[in-house]
């Protein structure tokens, strides 16, 4: 049996899996990086998952609401800033991903942006798919720990449209269309 670990950052954002052959565990992370951080170290030394599955919602520039995107490649849009810091802002956790076996059915291919605000507005030159505040602490963590991580976004809001009200509005329909978006989903 394998070790499923779901993150979510608030708690309408939570829903009920099963996968073949796995074990499911959650992890309530809190909003923000620091706060998921630390739940989601918390939740590894307790838990030992072998996949790490963040769940949850997020902004779009170039995506409609209802759009569910799987995301592997994490920016962080607070580090990226500050580009005479020389600080890592990008990460990738595809490779460890699909080399331990997990989600190689999947698609793959999202880039998620994350940083400690809300963004309610933006330029539409950046080529990120999704906006969300917790994604990119979490694939951190999983890197440390060498755990297989991914992100699964349903948009809730297009950013500089109301987004904080858009979001609140959709969290309903973001758990039952990621409910079924993993219906027919297995990690193995």
Sequence with gaps: MKKVLIAYAVER????????????????????????????????????PDLVLNIGTAGALRHAIGTIKVCTHFIDRDFQKEPALELNFELDSKDLLLSSGFCNTWDVDGICNTGDSFVTSLSDATHDDVFEMEAFAEASVCAFKKRPFVAIKYVTDIIG????????????????????????????
């Design 13 to 48: 954002e939570k829903i009920a899996l099963s996968f073949k052959d796995c074990t499911i565990d959650y992890v309530y992370t809190g909003v923000g990086k620091v706060a998921s951080s630390i739940a989601l170290m918390d939740a590894i030394d307790r838990y030992q």
């Design 161 to 188: 449209q109301n987004s904080l009200k858009l979001w609140e509005d959709k969290l309903a329909d973001a758990r039952t269309e990621l409910t079924t978006f993993f219906a027919d989903k297995e990690v193995l």
